[in-house]
């Protein structure tokens, strides 16, 4: 069974920095697009970040220089490293695993989410 496991929600200030680990079994972390979605109330989910298996990146406008994407292979993690945090970033933040096709190949999978609240 394949699993997402995030962690490092937390509250913060405005102007913080959090960062966000997703651990995933190997067979999904060797070749998946491994991405980072967010989820705020009254909003669909959006994406913010994803990465290839060979490193490539890709990032939402409103994160563009602030967060960064970037997986450990050795460890089967991904992490998104938030700066310059706003109030507009408040979200779930879920972690998540696209296989390389998709949607031709519509395997995907989802972790728990974990809560980012920007607050002063």
């Known amino acids: 069974q394949v699993q997402l496991v995030e962690s490092g929600g937390d ?3 405005p102007g913080g920095s959090l ?3 997703c651990a995933a079994s190997r067979t999904v972390f060797s070749v998946y ?3 980072w979605y967010r989820q705020a109330p009254g909003k669909q989910r959006e994406l913010v970040a994803k990465i290839t298996s060979g ?3 890709y990032y939402a406008d409103s994160v563009k220089g602030r967060f960064t994407i970037s997986r450990d292979n050795a460890k089967n993690t991904v992490y998104l490293q938030l700066n310059s945090l706003k ?3 408040t979200a779930v933040y ?3 695993a696209d296989h390389p096709d998709y949607p031709l190949n519509p395997s995907r999978y989802w972790g728990q989410g ?3 609240t920007v607050s002063s």
Do not use: A, F, I, K
Request: overall charge negative; charged content about 15%.
């Open 19 to 21: 960062r966000l680990s």
């Open 33 to 35: 697009v491994m991405g």
């Open 11 to 13: 509250l913060v200030t």
């Open 114 to 116: 974990t809560q980012v």
């Open 87 to 89: 109030p507009e970033d």
């Open 94 to 96: 879920y972690c998540n």
């Open 55 to 57: 490193g490539s990146t």
